[in-house]
């Protein structure tokens, strides 16, 4: 893929080169010149003690005037997403998962990774401008921490945290951080996204800490000592809004290669958006078309379908299954424990239940046109064979808008309200959620979700297995380690379940097959004939 780039592209690294290699001779040094304009050590309202987020907000606010009216403006600040396929409320303030289930009740602790500052409750104000936390997209320090339980604050004065472990976290010096601000790295994106769901790849699977500076076969366009692309490279930004949507994606993208830079509506994440439709160079000999024939494939298949083979290759295990049911138990002691496998990973906790995680897995795949539909809160659920879809991909193979693509399935066991027949709220994190936990009572923890939710509950619940869909788009590999031709086109190949198509290796019938080896005994038993006739002939003749 690497050799695949457009002219565009091509000429644009050349033209860098160039002006660096001019900067390093002007210069007359070998260090790399900075990129940047401005030291923002040297700037008067940076020079002071801060003694909270907010006052460092400010600080920037004095000269990036309209940063924060950005902000507020975009899904990463309202945690809001209004699907325009279905009308669908979307966002973390709304959506139920099978992993930590819900933001909603448990705001202190999940909002560490909002991008504000004092997200507790439902009464944060949205409209306040010093809220915004400029820091944890911009920081290049690697030392600015917001823990989770303070409402996305970082540590203000040396605390115990978690409350009775005994470990003092210092607190951050917001000085030094505000004086090195600079761009968004994989570092500071990572921060929030490689941990989504709790843990180091837990939610995703194609992205984790191994993504902070991976090698080329774990993603071609990562690669620390290659093209090292940071997240905003293909996420380019324009006025805080960040394009590429998990909630509403764009599955075939027939737009076609488009210059970086130029103002755009099209979603600018796609693989097509640099490497066009028809990807792969094409050499025509007597014996070969293979480039052709795999741009064929591209009119069905994703390109993430063949370039990522698995996913959780770069060290850290993702979590396939959490189920919630078997939570609660307690040591012969009667204190919460938790299990670990051989690696050193938890498999229970009596606080959250049963996980089993994964490496290197095989995706599974499904035809997908880029529409979610999500089961809400206030949705009846759907049980269909003894499991509820949290979300469902929508897609065939003949509206003209899908595509094959590679999904992790993430599968859970959860509780929901058995009269009602609604997915429900826990409330099962915070300071205050530690007496659940000593005396489990779901019941309670629910109760106290639903009312923080302002939903209804009939108090009486069950549990039900659940799944949920993740588009799999990072941890590209090398064009030598994409998938072979085999791994598809066999009898159990990697798409034996995909319907829709016909595909050479896999789709067969004996009926078909034995007329087409009796036509081919015929065939060969005419040609046999007629060769005999004519060495008698011939001999005749002679």
Not at 55 to 70: G, N, Y
Not at 193 to 221: N, Q, T
Not at 303 to 317: D, E, L
Request: proline share 5%.
């Amino acid at each position: 893929m690497k050799k695949q780039r457009t002219h565009w592209h091509s000429a644009a690294i050349f033209i860098g080169w160039l002006v660096s290699f001019g900067t390093l001779i002007s210069s007359g040094t070998a260090a790399a010149a900075s990129a940047s304009t401005a030291d923002h050590s040297k700037f008067k309202e940076l020079q002071q003690a801060f003694k909270s987020g907010p006052e460092v907000t400010k600080a920037c606010l004095k000269c990036h005037t309209e940063a924060a009216k950005q902000i507020h403006k975009t899904t990463h600040w309202t945690w809001e997403y209004r699907n325009p396929a279905n009308g669908q409320l979307l966002g973390k303030k709304h959506l139920i998962n099978n992993f930590c289930i819900s933001e909603m009740s448990n705001e202190a602790f999940c909002n560490a990774c909002h991008i504000g500052y004092g997200w507790k409750d439902d009464t944060f104000d949205f409209t306040k401008q010093e809220n915004v936390d400029c820091l944890v997209c911009h920081d290049t320090t690697g030392g600015y921490k917001k823990p989770t339980g303070l409402a996305g604050h970082p540590v203000y004065k040396a605390m115990e945290l978690p409350p009775g472990s005994g470990k003092i976290v210092q607190p951050v010096d917001l000085k030094k951080v505000a004086q090195a601000i600079g761009k968004s790295s994989r570092d500071t994106c990572g921060a929030c996204h490689f941990y989504g769901g709790g843990g180091d790849g837990v939610k995703h699977g194609d992205m984790d800490s191994s993504l902070s500076a991976p090698e080329r076969k774990l993603d071609v366009h990562m690669d620390a000592t290659g093209s090292d692309f940071p997240c905003a490279t293909c996420h380019m930004t324009t006025g805080h809004q960040v394009p590429g949507s998990r909630y509403a994606p764009t599955a075939k993208d027939k737009g076609g290669p488009r210059l970086r830079g130029k103002t755009d509506t099209r979603n600018l994440t796609t693989c097509e958006a640099c490497h066009g439709e028809r990807p792969h160079p094409v050499k025509v000999t007597w014996l070969n078309n293979h480039g052709d024939k795999l741009n064929d494939h591209a009119s069905k298949i994703a390109c993430q379908t063949c370039h990522i083979p698995s996913f959780a290759r770069g060290g850290v295990a993702t979590k396939l299954s959490w189920d919630w049911s078997t939570a609660g138990k307690l040591s012969p002691e009667g204190k919460p424990f938790q299990k670990k496998d051989e690696k050193g990973r938890v498999i229970y906790d009596s606080k959250k239940g049963d996980f089993t995680f994964g490496e290197f897995v095989v995706p599974e795949y499904a035809w997908f046109n880029g529409r979610v539909k999500y089961t809400l809160l206030t949705d009846k659920l759907e049980i269909n064979n003894g499991v509820a879809h949290i979300n469902s991909f929508e897609g065939s193979p003949d509206d003209g808008k899908s595509m094959i693509w590679p999904v992790k399935v993430f599968r859970g066991s959860q509780p929901y309200d058995a009269v009602n027949m609604t997915l429900v709220v826990p409330h099962t994190t915070g300071m205050d959620a530690t007496s659940y936990w000593k005396n489990f009572n779901w019941e309670k923890a629910i109760a106290t979700g639903m009312a923080s939710a302002h939903a209804p509950f009939s108090g009486k619940i069950a549990f039900v297995k659940t799944e949920m869909y993740w588009p799999i788009a990072h941890m590209v590999a090398p064009k030598e380690d994409a998938l072979s031709c085999q791994q598809c086109h066999s009898a159990n190949g990697r798409l034996k379940n995909i319907k829709g198509v016909y595909m050479p290796g896999r789709d067969a019938s004996k009926l078909l097959d034995m007329a087409g080896w009796i036509i081919a005994l015929l065939a060969l038993i005419g040609v046999l004939i007629h060769g005999g006739l004519r060495i008698i002939s011939s001999n005749k003749k002679g």
